[in-house]
């Protein structure tokens, strides 16, 4: 049998590349979700501290989206093959050394080098995929599948960590990628193309340096100010993002070999689309922080069982998945943007009317109606970014792309988040049970979360009316969150009727040079 079936058209060692592409991508998935299940147990066994903790949880996400855009560009400049070898073999030392790590300084140092290793698979594996299937249809398909297999990994995560750790000890949720990367590293040489930009350029030492501080404060201050409220430091790290992003801007406009091309935004398809993009996971991110909440604090299930009710709403987002291109090819990519759009719109609005009494079967349905239409967006837009973006620049095109995703998410749980806070606060200042000593109210006003604390400390009749009347304030800033986000899917859909391009390629012609595409940008 050929490789290939048709000039042009993906074959058999195409369709296997992607199968071992994908399990880094379900690896990383499966990672983020196990490890929260594993953290008590590690915890207790290194004695990590509450700051600690969250540390072990957070510093791999931190470096993962920090470096995005520096490892998409340093693959096409060294090899988009070569450095996913080069990250698979990291990931896996770093994944044996958080394995066995003896303290908790050491585990945090284990999975800040996981985070590092982390940033080079994700844009390695997308910009691959963009050489290997140059059928638009047949891209499509392979992305589509390579983003299901990561929401795959997402609703794994928790089944395959239990399972882990009821057999093993809490390191065996780190060494599962041991063998996931030795199949990489064995395949990836004679399944994957090697692919380098022609002129490179060198790379920039201060590029980077100062990606870094304005993606790494900005996501820190996002993420703290979600967990704690806003504090000066945290205004002090958006300044610094702030600062940096618009250095980090000037510079690469001047240069001739820049980190980052930002003439590829006067493409509609990078602006537009990943912008909308953005502004739709700012959505998600939220509401799903809202919604895990819910199922915990309002309707009491405990973390298993509430993570087992959201498994609907990871298997309609890989239902979505697969089932785009497909719909897609037969309505057209914006046609069906919006047709999910209007559906996650739908199920927005379906998520206002909650309320404690509502069945928890209904919740799972109402979670997966909203996954089932927003899912559609991202999928798309990150095919028409990859078959947008030129070739030797589909590295550093993919790494936008996740790292959009990256602050869309960070953004809608701090923004959104604020919001819920916003409405709840007032409402449960007014309706706060006559008689609540202070020492409890004080909480009750400010979480959902500090209102259940106080009320273990509270007589049961005097408990029972503080958590009803925090339910009820949580519930009118839950409605009010949804409410704001079916807005702004109505507008995501706006701008992608107004604005976006779909179909379009990178056109050599439109471009008279490099200095007149740095001054368009």
């Given at each position: 049998?050929s490789?290939?079936?048709?000039?042009g058209?993906?074959g058999?060692?195409?369709?296997?590349?992607?199968?071992?592409?994908?399990?880094?991508?379900?690896?990383?998935?499966?990672?983020?979700t196990?490890?929260?299940?594993?953290?008590?147990h590690?915890?207790?066994?290194?004695?990590?501290?509450?700051?600690?903790?969250?540390w072990?949880?957070?510093?791999?996400g931190?470096?993962?989206?920090?470096?995005?855009?520096t490892m998409?560009?340093?693959?096409?400049?060294?090899?988009?093959?070569?450095l996913?070898?080069?990250g698979?073999?990291?990931?896996?030392?770093?994944?044996?050394?958080?394995?066995?790590?003896?303290?908790?300084?050491?585990?945090?140092?284990?999975?800040?080098?996981?985070?590092?290793?982390?940033?080079?698979?994700m844009?390695?594996?997308m910009?691959?995929?963009?050489?290997?299937?140059?059928?638009?249809?047949?891209?499509?398909?392979?992305l589509?599948?390579?983003?299901?297999?990561?929401?795959?990994?997402?609703?794994?995560?928790?089944?395959?960590?239990?399972?882990?750790?009821?057999?093993?000890?809490w390191?065996?949720?780190?060494?599962?990628?041991?063998?996931?990367?030795?199949?990489?590293?064995?395949?990836g040489?004679?399944?994957?193309?090697?692919?380098?930009?022609?002129?490179?350029?060198?790379?920039?030492p201060?590029?980077?340096v100062?990606s870094?501080?304005?993606?790494?404060?900005?996501?820190?201050?996002?993420?703290?100010?979600?967990?704690n409220g806003?504090?000066?430091?945290?205004?002090a790290?958006?300044?610094?993002?702030?600062?940096?992003?618009?250095?980090?801007?000037?510079?690469?406009?001047?240069?001739?070999?820049?980190?980052?091309?930002?003439?590829?935004?006067?493409?509609?398809v990078?602006?537009?689309?990943?912008?909308?993009?953005l502004?739709?996971?700012l959505?998600?991110?939220?509401?799903?922080?809202?919604?895990?909440?819910?199922?915990?604090?309002?309707?009491?299930?405990?973390?298993?069982?509430?993570g087992?009710w959201l498994v609907?709403?990871?298997?309609?987002?890989?239902?979505?998945?697969?089932?785009?291109?497909?719909?897609?090819g037969?309505l057209?990519?914006?046609?069906?943007?919006?047709l999910?759009?209007?559906?996650?719109?739908?199920?927005?609005?379906?998520?206002a009317?909650?309320?404690?009494?509502?069945p928890?079967?209904?919740?799972?349905?109402?979670?997966?109606?909203?996954?089932?239409?927003?899912?559609?967006?991202?999928?798309l837009?990150?095919?028409?970014?990859?078959?947008?973006?030129?070739?030797?620049?589909?590295?550093?095109?993919?790494a936008?792309?996740?790292t959009?995703?990256?602050?869309?998410?960070?953004?809608?749980?701090?923004?959104?988040?604020?919001?819920?806070?916003?409405?709840y606060?007032?409402?449960?200042?007014g309706s706060?049970?006559?008689?609540?000593?202070?020492?409890?109210?004080?909480?009750?006003?400010?979480?959902?979360?500090?209102?259940?604390?106080?009320?273990?400390?509270?007589?049961?009749?005097?408990?029972?009316?503080?958590?009803?009347?925090?339910?009820?304030?949580?519930?009118?800033?839950?409605?009010?969150?949804?409410?704001?986000?079916?807005?702004?899917?109505a507008?995501?859909?706006?701008?992608?009727?107004r604005?976006?391009?779909?179909?379009?390629?990178?056109?050599?012609?439109?471009?008279?040079?490099?200095?007149?595409?740095?001054?368009?940008?």
């Amino acid at each position: 049998m050929s490789e290939r079936a048709a000039p042009g058209r993906a074959g058999v060692r195409e369709w296997a590349g992607l199968a071992v592409l994908s399990l880094p991508v379900f690896l990383l998935s499966v990672d983020v979700t196990a490890l929260h299940l594993a953290l008590p147990h590690l915890s207790a066994d290194l004695g990590a501290t509450g700051t600690q903790q969250l540390w072990i949880l957070d510093i791999y996400g931190f470096l993962l989206a920090g470096l995005l855009i520096t490892m998409g560009t340093v693959g096409d400049r060294i090899g988009r093959r070569r450095l996913l070898m080069i990250g698979a073999a990291a990931f896996t030392a770093a994944s044996a050394a958080a394995a066995y790590a003896p303290t908790a300084e050491a585990l945090i140092a284990a999975r800040a080098l996981l985070g590092i290793a982390g940033a080079t698979l994700m844009p390695s594996t997308m910009s691959l995929l963009k050489s290997m299937f140059t059928d638009d249809r047949q891209r499509a398909t392979a992305l589509a599948l390579w983003m299901a297999c990561f929401t795959a990994g997402a609703a794994a995560g928790p089944v395959i960590g239990g399972l882990l750790l009821e057999a093993f000890w809490w390191g065996s949720v780190f060494l599962m990628a041991v063998p996931v990367m030795a199949l990489l590293l064995a395949t990836g040489p004679f399944l994957l193309p090697e692919f380098r930009s022609p002129s490179p350029g060198r790379l920039d030492p201060l590029s980077v340096v100062l990606s870094l501080g304005a993606l790494l404060p900005f996501i820190y201050a996002l993420k703290k100010a979600a967990e704690n409220g806003w504090s000066p430091l945290l205004l002090a790290a958006l300044a610094l993002a702030a600062v940096s992003g618009w250095l980090f801007a000037r510079r690469q406009l001047r240069m001739d070999a820049p980190l980052l091309d930002l003439s590829l935004f006067r493409m509609r398809v990078f602006s537009a689309g990943l912008g909308s993009l953005l502004a739709a996971n700012l959505v998600m991110g939220g509401v799903m922080l809202l919604l895990i909440q819910y199922l915990q604090l309002v309707k009491g299930l405990p973390p298993s069982v509430a993570g087992a009710w959201l498994v609907p709403f990871s298997l309609a987002s890989m239902a979505a998945s697969l089932a785009s291109p497909a719909l897609a090819g037969r309505l057209g990519t914006k046609p069906t943007m919006l047709l999910g759009l209007a559906v996650g719109a739908t199920g927005l609005v379906l998520a206002a009317f909650l309320g404690p009494d509502t069945p928890v079967l209904w919740t799972g349905t109402v979670a997966a109606v909203i996954a089932l239409g927003m899912t559609p967006l991202g999928v798309l837009v990150m095919t028409e970014v990859m078959a947008a973006a030129p070739e030797d620049r589909s590295g550093s095109a993919a790494a936008v792309n996740e790292t959009f995703g990256e602050m869309g998410v960070s953004l809608g749980v701090a923004a959104m988040g604020a919001l819920a806070a916003a409405v709840y606060r007032p409402l449960m200042a007014g309706s706060l049970p006559a008689g609540t000593p202070e020492e409890a109210a004080a909480p009750a006003r400010d979480s959902l979360a500090g209102a259940v604390a106080a009320a273990e400390s509270l007589p049961s009749g005097a408990a029972q009316d503080l958590l009803a009347a925090a339910q009820s304030a949580f519930m009118g800033g839950f409605a009010a969150t949804t409410a704001v986000g079916a807005v702004v899917v109505a507008a995501v859909a706006f701008v992608i009727a107004r604005y976006l391009t779909t179909g379009a390629r990178h056109d050599a012609g439109d471009r008279t040079g490099a200095g007149a595409d740095r001054s368009a940008a």
